[in-house]
Nanobody, 126 residues
Framework: QVQLVESGGGSVQTGGSLTLSCAAS????????MAWFRQAPGKEREGVAA???????YYTNSVKGRFTISRDNAKNTLYLQMNSLKPEDTAMYYC????????????????????WGQGTQVTVSS
């Protein structure tokens, strides 16, 4: 059974940094598309960043230049480095993965992802 377990969330002030981790089990992060989504209270879940099987990365406009998605194949873990955090980044952050091996150019759409973690809360105060 595939499990994705996020960690690293917390509370920071504006301009601070956090690194989220997503440890996968029964799933190989290498050669798959994986992504981070977030959901703020009262809002829809939105895609933040994705990485494809060739390690190309994709970001929503609001986080470009501030967030970096990466993975460590040896640790079978996905990361999201978040810098210059803003109050509008406050949300529950979810790690997610697609089923298909070798996918390219993933879109940041909820319906394209099969497996989801339970989420980790990020709170940015002004």
């Amino acid at each position: 059974q595939v499990q994705l377990v996020e960690s690293g969330g917390g509370s920071v002030q504006t301009g601070g940094s956090l690194t989220l981790s997503c440890a996968a089990s029964a799933y190989t992060v290498n050669n798959h598309c994986m992504a981070w989504f977030r959901q703020a209270p009262g809002k829809e879940r939105e895609g933040v960043a994705a990485v494809d099987s060739d390690d190309s990365t994709y970001y929503t406009n609001s986080v470009k230049g501030r967030f970096t998605i990466s993975r460590d194949n040896a640790k079978n873990t996905l990361y999201l480095q978040m810098n210059s955090l803003k109050p509008e980044d406050t949300a529950m952050y979810y790690c997610t993965a697609r089923l298909d091996w070798g996918c390219r150019r993933p879109r940041l759409l909820v319906d394209e992802y099969r497996y989801w973690g339970q989420g980790t809360q990020v709170t940015v105060s002004s």
